[in-house]
Nanobody, 124 residues
Framework: QVQLQESGPGLVKPSQTLSLTCTVS??????????WSWIRQPPGKGLEWMGA???????YYSPSLKSRTSISRDTSKNQFTLQLSSVTPEDTAVYYC????????????????WGQGTQVTVSS
């Protein structure tokens, strides 16, 4: 059973960088051919895919967030990390990490495992 757990600060000030980590257990983030995504849901809105890191280490980003987003990984800890720079209150959301296949990059991926989500509020 694969489990994902998000961690990071729940409050970030405007203009700062939001940093979240997803720790994966029960499976390796380097296992063919899985993709590991960050997804968020602002209050009252739908889910938004932010980007993913593949089993190979390749990264993919939503065009609308690409300029502010970076996803990296630490294979020794079986973790992958999201960094979102220059945050504003509009970045307030519940942030999730999840596993899928390569179709996620084309917007048609299906997620089979999710983290429980972590609330991040951007406020001074």
């Amino acid at each position: 059973q694969v489990q994902l757990q998000e961690s990071g600060p729940g409050l970030v000030k405007p203009s700062q960088t939001l940093s979240l980590t997803c720790t994966v257990s029960g499976g390796s983030i380097t296992t063919n051919y899985y993709y590991w995504s960050w997804i968020r849901q602002p209050p009252g809105k739908g889910l938004e895919w932010m980007g993913a890191i593949a089993y190979s280490g390749s990264t993919y980003y939503s065009p609308s967030l690409k300029s502010r987003t970076s996803i990296s990984r630490d294979t020794s800890k079986n973790q992958f990390t999201l960094q979102l720079s220059s945050v504003t209150p509009e970045d307030t959301a519940v942030y999730y990490c999840a596993r899928s296949d390569a179709a996620v990059v084309a917007g048609t991926g299906e997620y089979d495992y999710w983290g429980q989500g972590t609330q991040v509020t951007v406020s001074s």
